[in-house]
């Protein structure tokens, strides 16, 4: 089994008059046996996008029905697996599932929504929130979203039309369009996580900061234009993955005799 790991992330463009970012596509493919391959580009510049992640595959002697591909629900990234990858199995990185749970959840427990809710609708809701977070650690997508129509229809019968109840009302729409859109990439998280198989995708995360964030965009506040950060990233997978000098030796065919010629003359 291989799996992928596919996120984005922005960097600021040189030329404000163009945009003030411009998305990269950062990942990480990893085999079985340990072996790893990094990947980054600007879609916008690379004409070897469509082909650039099946490369870091293949590389790895991994085959298309036997990969996993996780993201964090992204429609521009589930579009990229979809034209790239077609035959992987797509998984909804459970983290960035939680993360939107836990900001829904947090508003419907929060001290306003006491103070402005009648007691019962709040217990409703907050029972409710929790039901939702199990079904889809189960695997439950249907009765999650089942579920979040049933607590926006209580949402909707509120009298107290307030700030609380709007922002509960636009999490929980988000939450029920995001889920809509990656049902079908909804696993048993539980089981996955019982058999020791990944479920998040932490080491995708990694890959961000080491190809993208540590260099391009945290300290650094520098600014880019595509076709430079494009270049650039080419040398900092071919960096992390240690496969600089081999890349060279197959650019430059004499870059490995002169090599071996400077070690005779040391």
């Given at each position: 089994m291989t799996t992928i790991g596919l996120d984005g992330g922005y960097?600021?463009?040189c030329d404000a008059e163009l945009g003030h970012n411009f998305e990269i596509i950062?990942?990480?493919?990893l085999a079985e046996d340990g072996l790893q391959?990094?990947?980054?580009?600007?879609?916008s510049v690379d004409e070897h996008s469509r082909t650039r992640v099946q490369h870091a595959v293949a590389a790895l002697g991994g085959a298309e029905e036997d990969l996993r591909v996780f993201t964090d629900g992204d429609s521009a990234l589930r579009d990229l697996q979809l034209?790239?990858?077609?035959?992987?199995?797509?998984?909804?990185?459970?983290?960035?599932?939680?993360r939107r749970l836990t900001v829904l959840a947090s508003v419907i427990n929060g001290k306003e929504a006491?103070?402005?809710l009648p007691a019962r609708d709040q217990d409703r809701l907050s029972e409710w929130m929790d039901s939702v977070k199990w079904r889809l650690w189960h695997g439950r997508a249907a009765g999650a979203i089942t579920r979040?129509?049933?607590?926006?229809?209580v949402m909707a019968r509120l009298s107290v039309k307030d700030a609380v109840v709007k922002r509960m009302t636009k999490l929980s729409t988000e939450l029920l369009r995001y889920l809509q859109n990656n049902a079908d990439s909804i696993p048993d998280y539980g089981q996955r996580y019982r058999a020791g198989e990944r479920i998040s995708t932490s080491f995708v995360e990694s890959a961000v900061n080491q190809i993208i964030d540590k260099r391009m965009s945290k300290s650094q506040q520098m600014r880019w234009s595509p076709q430079g950060?494009?270049?650039?990233l080419q040398v900092r997978t071919s960096v992390i993955d240690g496969r600089l000098r081999e890349d060279f030796a197959r650019w430059y065919p004499g870059f490995t005799a002169n090599d071996l010629a400077l070690q005779e003359c040391a």
């Open positions: 960097v600021r463009h950062a990942g990480r493919v391959r990094s990947v980054g580009f600007v879609r034209s790239v990858l077609p035959e992987a199995t797509h998984v909804l990185d459970w983290y960035h599932l939680t006491a103070e402005k979040l129509h049933s607590m926006l229809g950060a494009h270049r650039l």
